[in-house]
Each structure stands twice: as structure tokens, then as C-alpha cells.
């Protein structure tokens, strides 16, 4: 039998002898129709698999715990908007209980005591309830926007030793609501201000500002505004209370960060929303390696003063620190504010700073990761010779450094796929999904594999996620049209180009030498069918890197549309020529290149992509 440790979740309906008693024909229709509309669907879009269906009960198995619960929360509010008009003696409910452990799995079967402790957790939770162990408890961390009650340890039939449970807080209105919020306190971290005089010196109070939403985050009796929803107020005057009722939290805390030399100042400000008034501020002059003590002080200060229970598995989360080496974080820092722009001169320069703080800190798991983001983003779009085997030893390497690190699972599954060993990166890039589920990395990268294997209905649901996460990346927003199109959704694509072409023009003018925020805002205006701009914008990009791989395919799709097939013909073979393998997976699958398809060329030019 394999082993494997997996989430489970197990469910039964609630006085199921009792329904078929009063009507066994509509009750077994009514169930079947909740199995085919609700339960298989949900289970799938989660990643999980549908063990087995008895008559009144459900087994199933997730590679991700906030997956399962996440899963098992919708369901319920599923099936309690369905059942809400059906007289109450008719309603159809179900128990629902999750537990992770080891399985031991033979043919389709699970079996162990993960599936028997999940099977005794539902047994226990309410009707149109949800019961977890303390192992998902811990796990699920503050990563979903649910409340649970602590119920202490429960003796349960035939498990040897209690189990500490734990039930979700089922809300009468909607889930998504902010009720479940002001259950524990709710907190918005602003971008910091960047005081150094310098623009150079952003990334700095940028990622001082991530680093704190990120342990903050980490702390599951605290709703945290995610990164994205902060960083829209960047550069914007505020005022609290606003800010405080648009993101629905209660604190808001901001900041401001001085460097200079070996010197560092940081200001940080929390505010009640509700009456706006000072609750905390604190200034920090110290020493530019005080710069982690001083992310801990804050992060500590905002706990003690909204009163929050810190656990003591979430102190030690807090408190490791990803390196002790300064000079090493500025520089992982500075590659990170490089590899966000994804260009092929970014890369190469965010790759020697992630090199750079490696070689300072040689155990610095996040400066591997990058390093491998780089080496498979390189190789990915621009075949630049970087060995495959050494790809992935650099991927590996951070993983072994720190298997707990979402980004590192998330470089891994890159890694793979750009060696397209496509089902070993599902299961890194799902790992770190479960790690951190609001990894735009994680979805970001693995929406580029699923469309590269031809699987564009889960690309766009990868892409649609990674937009929500980081809502001013242009390129996630603009590969969306591609996707839309595909799938024949002329309308979102329209509305996708209109936001892409907005981002790609801030994008554009803060890094006039980029030429992918022109390529992909020319792909949006020839989407929108501003062909006259359209045809400025491809000028633009091709005069910033005549030779740009990525540009040449973006003007073929162009000129696709525009009926021009010799030139987007030359523009592709041009595009080949410099590009990287995941580009020759786009040609055969988008359908901004359809018109193409019917020219006798087009299958002696795929023919000649692989053969290489």
C-alpha cells in the first residue's frame, strides 16, 4: 500500500433514515442533484477527489488542509442558501469533520486513523456544521476568513486518546460577510513611506511593509487586510475611517522608513477606525542590522494592544528569522523588486542580487528560491543556457534548507515545469498554495504550466487569482485575455484589455526601458481594436528590444487580427528563434493565432517548433 499524508474530509447527512422514511424517492433525487451540482464540483475546484459515496455520506481527500476546510465552509453555505425555503422537516443537512493525517491508500481506497478521526469529527458537529482537529486547526492559521470555537479535548468512539477539537463558527449571513471579521480584531498594515529622499530606496520600505503583513498573517487570532487590498492606498492621502470601512477592519497601522548608511529610522502609527484616535506609535533609530528586532517589536506591540492570545507555535513562526545576515536581506529585497517586473534584463539583475545574498548567508532559503525563479524564467522565455539539472539543484536547495517555505515550493514547481515534468510541479505548486494561499507567486507561475500544457480553463482561474492577490501586476491581468479569448469569453477578455492597458501604461512609465508593459498593452489595444495605438505600441516595444522574443510573438498575435499573415508569420519565426519553450507551447494554444491555423504554413512552422 502507498502512504501519504493527505486532508479529510468526511461527511453525512443529518437524519438520513428519517427523510427516506418520509419521502425515499425525492429525497434520493434531492441528494443525487446535490452531488452532481454541489459536492463534486466544489471538491474539484478545491483540488480535491472524491474518495467514495455512500448513500448519505461523502469521503474525500485533499493534497491541502485550508483547501479541505476552505471546501467543506462552501459547501455548507451552499447547501444552506438551497435548503433555506424547503419546509424544515424536508432540509437536507450535513455534518462535516476534517482531519490530516497519514492514509495508507490501496486501488481508489484511503484507510487509517486520519480517515477514522475525520469520520468521528463529523459525527460530533453540529447540523450544517463543520468540526476540525487541532493538527487543522493549526495549519488552516489564519489563512481563511472563518472563526472557529474552541471546544477543548473530546473522547471519540474507538480513538485511543482524546482529540482536541475545534468547530467552525457557522454566521447566519453570508460567508464572505464581514461579520466573521469583527469576530477577533481586523487590521490593515499601509505601505510605508519611503523618507530616505532617495526613489531607489523603495524597495526597502516596500518590503519592510510585506514582511510585516506576513507575520502578522501568521497570527490566527487576527484578520489581516492581504497585501494587495494595503497597497492600493500607496501614495495616497488617507483618512482612516474611510480606509478603515472600504477594507472593513477595525486598526490601521502605519509607517514610514528612513534609511541612510548603516542607520535606520522606522515610524509606525495604529489608529482606531472607529474613532480614529491614537492607540500606539512608537520610533525606532537603531542600527540597520536591528532591522528584523524591529519588525518583531512591532509586530508584538500590535498584539499586545488589540489583546490578542498568540500561540506559541505562531511565537516561534514569528520570531525565526530568514536570515541573520543584514546586507544579505537588502540584497534578496532588491531582487525581489527586480524579478517583479519579469523582463529578460530584470532577471539577469535580480538573479546576481539573489546570488549575492546566497553567497553572504549560504543558508538563506528565500535567495535560492529566486535565484531559481530567475534561472527557469530565463530558460522558460529566452532559452538562455541555464542546465536544467542545475535549475532544479537550485529549487531543491532551498527546499532543503526550508521545507516549510511556500516560495521555495513554489521556485520547485516552476523549476519542474520548465523541465516539463508537469504533474510533479501540481504537487509543489498545491503544496505551496496550502502553505500560503495568498501566494501570488504560486498562482502566478503555476497559470503560466496549466496553459502551457493546453489546460486554459484552469489557467484562467490561476491567472483570475494571482490578479486578486497582486491587483496592480499588469502582466497576470494581460495574459487574462489570452485565456478569455480561448475559452470564448469575448466580454471578459474586453474587460480585461481595458484594465491590463491601464496597469500596462503606469507600468510603461515608471520603466520606460521595459519593453513588456508596451508589447502587452499593444496586445490589449489591439483586443480593444485601437489599431492606430496599437500600432504606436508595437513601435514602442520593438524600438526598446528589436529582438525581444516575447515582443516579436505579442506583435504577431497583432498582426493576426489585423489580417497581415506574412508579417505575423516572419514575427513568430523571429520569436522562436530567441525564444524559450513556453513560448512555443503559447503558439499552439492561444487563439489570438487562430487565423493561422488555416494557412498551409502553419503546420510546417509547428512542425519546425517541434522538432527542436
Same mark, same amino acid.
Given at each position: 500500500?502507498?502512504?501519504?499524508?493527505?486532508?479529510?474530509? !468526511? %461527511?453525512?447527512?443529518?437524519?438520513?433514515?428519517?427523510?427516506?422514511?418520509?419521502?425515499?424517492?425525492?429525497?434520493?433525487?434531492?441528494?443525487? @442533484?446535490?452531488?452532481?451540482?454541489?459536492?463534486?464540483?466544489?471538491?474539484?475546484?478545491?483540488?480535491?477527489?472524491?474518495? #467514495?459515496?455512500?448513500?448519505?455520506?461523502?469521503?474525500?481527500?485533499?493534497?491541502?488542509?485550508?483547501?479541505?476546510?476552505?471546501?467543506?465552509?462552501?459547501?455548507?453555505?451552499?447547501?444552506?442558501?438551497?435548503?433555506?425555503? !424547503?419546509? !424544515?422537516?424536508?432540509?437536507?443537512?450535513?455534518?462535516?469533520?476534517?482531519?490530516?493525517?497519514?492514509?495508507?491508500?490501496?486501488?481508489?481506497?484511503?484507510?487509517?486513523?486520519?480517515?477514522?478521526?475525520?469520520?468521528?469529527?463529523?459525527?460530533?458537529?453540529?447540523?450544517?456544521?463543520?468540526?476540525?482537529?487541532?493538527?487543522?486547526?493549526?495549519?488552516?492559521?489564519?489563512?481563511?476568513?472563518?472563526?472557529?470555537?474552541?471546544?477543548?479535548?473530546?473522547?471519540?468512539?474507538?480513538?485511543?486518546?482524546?482529540?482536541?477539537?475545534?468547530?467552525?463558527?457557522?454566521?447566519?449571513?453570508?460567508?464572505?460577510?464581514?461579520?466573521?471579521?469583527?469576530?477577533?480584531?481586523?487590521?490593515?498594515?499601509?505601505?510605508?513611506?519611503?523618507?530616505?529622499?532617495?526613489?531607489?530606496?523603495?524597495?526597502?520600505?516596500?518590503?519592510?511593509?510585506?514582511?510585516?503583513?506576513?507575520?502578522?498573517? #501568521?497570527?490566527?487570532?487576527?484578520?489581516?487586510?492581504?497585501?494587495?487590498?494595503?497597497?492600493?492606498?500607496?501614495?495616497?492621502?488617507? =483618512?482612516?475611517?474611510?480606509?478603515?470601512?472600504?477594507?472593513?477592519?477595525?486598526?490601521?497601522?502605519?509607517?514610514?522608513?528612513?534609511?541612510?548608511?548603516?542607520?535606520?529610522?522606522?515610524?509606525?502609527?495604529?489608529?482606531?477606525?472607529?474613532?480614529?484616535?491614537?492607540?500606539?506609535?512608537?520610533?525606532?533609530?537603531?542600527?540597520?542590522?536591528?532591522?528584523?528586532?524591529?519588525?518583531?517589536?512591532?509586530?508584538?506591540?500590535?498584539?499586545?494592544?488589540?489583546?490578542?492570545?498568540?500561540?506559541?507555535?505562531?511565537?516561534?513562526?514569528?520570531?525565526?528569522?530568514?536570515? *541573520?545576515?543584514?546586507?544579505?536581506?537588502?540584497?534578496?529585497?532588491?531582487?525581489?523588486?527586480?524579478?517583479?517586473?519579469?523582463?529578460?534584463?530584470?532577471?539577469?539583475?535580480?538573479? &546576481? $542580487?539573489?546570488? =549575492?545574498?546566497?553567497? @553572504?548567508?549560504?543558508?538563506?532559503?528565500?535567495?535560492?528560491?529566486?535565484?531559481?525563479?530567475?534561472?527557469?524564467?530565463?530558460?522558460?522565455?529566452?532559452?538562455?543556457?541555464?542546465?536544467?539539472?542545475?535549475?532544479?539543484?537550485?529549487?531543491?536547495?532551498?527546499?532543503?534548507?526550508?521545507?516549510?517555505? %511556500?516560495?521555495?515550493?513554489?521556485?520547485?514547481?516552476?523549476?519542474?515545469?520548465?523541465?516539463?515534468?508537469?504533474?510533479? %510541479?501540481?504537487?509543489?505548486?498545491?503544496?505551496?498554495?496550502?502553505?500560503?494561499?495568498?501566494?501570488? +507567486?504560486?498562482?502566478?507561475?503555476?497559470?503560466?504550466?496549466?496553459?502551457?500544457?493546453?489546460?486554459?480553463?484552469?489557467?484562467?482561474?490561476?491567472?483570475?487569482?494571482?490578479?486578486?492577490?497582486?491587483?496592480?501586476?499588469? &502582466?497576470?491581468?494581460?495574459?487574462?485575455?489570452?485565456?478569455?479569448?480561448?475559452?470564448?469569453?469575448?466580454?471578459?477578455?474586453?474587460?480585461? %484589455?481595458?484594465?491590463? @492597458?491601464?496597469?500596462?501604461?503606469? +507600468?510603461?512609465?515608471?520603466?520606460?526601458?521595459?519593453?513588456?508593459?508596451?508589447?502587452?498593452? !499593444?496586445?490589449?489595444?489591439?483586443?480593444?481594436?485601437?489599431?492606430?495605438?496599437?500600432?504606436?505600441?508595437?513601435?514602442?516595444?520593438?524600438?526598446? *528590444?528589436?529582438?525581444?522574443?516575447?515582443?516579436?510573438?505579442?506583435?504577431?498575435?497583432?498582426?493576426?487580427?489585423?489580417?497581415?499573415?506574412?508579417?505575423?508569420?516572419? $514575427?513568430?519565426?523571429?520569436?522562436?528563434?530567441?525564444?524559450?519553450?513556453?513560448?512555443?507551447?503559447?503558439?499552439?494554444?492561444?487563439?489570438?493565432?487562430?487565423?493561422?491555423?488555416?494557412?498551409?504554413?502553419?503546420? #510546417?512552422?509547428?512542425?519546425?517548433?517541434?522538432?527542436?
Amino acid at each position: 500500500m502507498e502512504r501519504r499524508l493527505t486532508a479529510i474530509l !468526511a %461527511a453525512d447527512v443529518v437524519g438520513y433514515s428519517r427523510l427516506m422514511g418520509i419521502d425515499e424517492v425525492g429525497t434520493l433525487a434531492r441528494l443525487k @442533484l446535490i452531488h452532481d451540482e454541489c459536492i463534486s464540483s466544489k471538491v474539484s475546484v478545491h483540488q480535491g477527489r472524491i474518495v #467514495k459515496l455512500t448513500g448519505d455520506g461523502i469521503l474525500a481527500e485533499f493534497p491541502s488542509v485550508v483547501n479541505a476546510v476552505s471546501c467543506a465552509a462552501e459547501m455548507q453555505r451552499t447547501l444552506r442558501e438551497r435548503s433555506s425555503e !424547503a419546509p !424544515a422537516d424536508r432540509r437536507i443537512e450535513f455534518r462535516m469533520g476534517v482531519d490530516l493525517g497519514d492514509v495508507m491508500a490501496e486501488d481508489d481506497d484511503i484507510y487509517g486513523d486520519g480517515v477514522n478521526i475525520a469520520s468521528r469529527l463529523e459525527g460530533i458537529a453540529d447540523p450544517g456544521g463543520i468540526a476540525v482537529s487541532q493538527t487543522v486547526r493549526d495549519h488552516v492559521g489564519n489563512r481563511l476568513n472563518l472563526a472557529f470555537e474552541d471546544c477543548g479535548e473530546q473522547s471519540l468512539k474507538n480513538i485511543e486518546k482524546p482529540i482536541h477539537v475545534y468547530k467552525v463558527v457557522m454566521a447566519d449571513a453570508d460567508f464572505r460577510s464581514t461579520s466573521l471579521k469583527t469576530e477577533r480584531p481586523s487590521i490593515a498594515v499601509l505601505p510605508f513611506n519611503n523618507m530616505s529622499g532617495d526613489p531607489e530606496q523603495e524597495y526597502f520600505s516596500d518590503g519592510i511593509t510585506e514582511d510585516i503583513i506576513t507575520d502578522l498573517s #501568521k497570527i490566527s487570532g487576527l484578520f489581516v487586510a492581504a497585501r494587495h487590498t494595503a497597497f492600493t492606498y500607496k501614495g495616497k492621502a488617507i =483618512k482612516v475611517e474611510q480606509v478603515g470601512r472600504e477594507l472593513g477592519v477595525n486598526y490601521i497601522l502605519e509607517g514610514s522608513v528612513r534609511k541612510a548608511g548603516t542607520r535606520v529610522r522606522v515610524s509606525g502609527q495604529l489608529f482606531s477606525v472607529k474613532d480614529g484616535d491614537h492607540l500606539w506609535a512608537e520610533r525606532y533609530d537603531r542600527d540597520l542590522t536591528d532591522i528584523f528586532a524591529i519588525q518583531d517589536e512591532i509586530t508584538h506591540a500590535i498584539v499586545e494592544q488589540l489583546k490578542v492570545k498568540l500561540l506559541s507555535q505562531e511565537k516561534k513562526s514569528i520570531e525565526r528569522l530568514p536570515t *541573520d545576515n543584514i546586507e544579505a536581506y537588502t540584497y534578496y529585497l532588491r531582487g525581489r523588486d527586480f524579478l517583479h517586473r519579469r523582463s529578460k534584463h530584470y532577471s539577469r539583475i535580480a538573479r &546576481q $542580487m539573489f546570488a =549575492k545574498a546566497a553567497t @553572504l548567508d549560504p543558508k538563506y532559503a528565500r535567495a535560492y528560491a529566486g535565484m531559481a525563479d530567475c534561472d527557469s524564467f530565463l530558460y522558460l522565455n529566452y532559452r538562455v543556457d541555464v542546465p536544467i539539472d542545475g535549475l532544479l539543484a537550485t529549487a531543491q536547495k532551498a527546499l532543503s534548507l526550508d521545507d516549510s517555505l %511556500a516560495e521555495a515550493h513554489a521556485s520547485r514547481g516552476l523549476a519542474l515545469s520548465a523541465a516539463q515534468r508537469y504533474d510533479e %510541479a501540481k504537487v509543489e505548486f498545491e503544496r505551496a498554495i496550502a502553505l500560503d494561499p495568498n501566494l501570488f +507567486e504560486a498562482y502566478y507561475f503555476y497559470a503560466r504550466a496549466s496553459f502551457a500544457e493546453g489546460k486554459i480553463e484552469q489557467a484562467t482561474r490561476l491567472f483570475e487569482r494571482a490578479s486578486q492577490i497582486r491587483s496592480d501586476d499588469y &502582466q497576470s491581468v494581460c495574459l487574462r485575455i489570452h485565456c478569455y479569448r480561448s475559452l470564448g469569453r469575448i466580454a471578459e477578455s474586453k474587460d480585461a %484589455a481595458r484594465l491590463g @492597458l491601464q496597469l500596462a501604461e503606469r +507600468e510603461l512609465a515608471l520603466h520606460p526601458d521595459d519593453p513588456r508593459p508596451a508589447h502587452l498593452g !499593444a496586445g490589449a489595444l489591439f483586443e480593444l481594436g485601437d489599431l492606430e495605438r496599437a500600432r504606436e505600441w508595437v513601435d514602442r516595444a520593438l524600438a526598446i *528590444d528589436p529582438d525581444d522574443p516575447l515582443t516579436l510573438y505579442n506583435v504577431a498575435c497583432g498582426y493576426t487580427k489585423l489580417g497581415n499573415l506574412d508579417a505575423a508569420f516572419e $514575427m513568430l519565426e523571429r520569436s522562436i528563434r530567441g525564444g524559450g519553450p513556453e513560448l512555443a507551447n503559447w503558439i499552439k494554444y492561444d487563439s489570438d493565432l487562430d487565423g493561422l491555423r488555416s494557412d498551409p504554413r502553419y503546420q #510546417k512552422f509547428v512542425g519546425s517548433i517541434d522538432s527542436k
